[in-house]
């Protein structure tokens, strides 16, 4: 069974900088991308940060220039460097992978647990 574990999240002042880690507990047929999402209180989970097998990144707006995704797949994790944190960047963030299928409609969503992420003076 394949499982997603996230590190990284804490308590931090604004501006401040955190990176998040998730590990894919074994490898996973055909990853077709890498996402980190975030859930804040009383709010539905939103897209982060996307990175594809090709490695091509793209960001929700609100992140663009301050989070960066990357991963290391001798390791089978995928990173969320955020920098400049902001008090709405609070949330729990969920590490997801696509993938497992011979094509993308044929595979599957695989989620972690998620880390809290707090921003606050």
């Known amino acids: 069974q394949v499982q997603l574990v996230e590190s990284g999240g804490e308590m931090v002042q604004p501006g401040g900088s955190l990176r998040l880690s998730c590990v894919v507990s074994?490898?996973?047929?055909?990853?077709?991308?890498m996402n980190w999402y975030r859930q804040a209180p009383g709010k539905q989970r939103e897209f982060v940060a996307r990175i594809t097998n090709g490695g091509s990144t793209n960001y929700v707006d609100s992140v663009k220039g301050r989070f960066t995704i990357s991963r290391d797949n001798a390791k089978n994790t995928v990173y969320l460097q955020m920098n400049s944190l902001k008090p709405e960047d609070t949330a729990v963030y969920y590490c997801?992978?696509?993938?497992?299928?011979?094509?993308?409609?044929?595979?599957?969503?695989?989620w972690g647990q998620g880390t809290q992420v707090t921003v606050a003076s």
């Open positions: 997801n992978v696509l993938g497992g299928g011979w094509s993308i409609e044929e595979s599957e969503d695989y």
């Open positions: 074994r490898s996973i047929f055909r990853i077709y991308a």
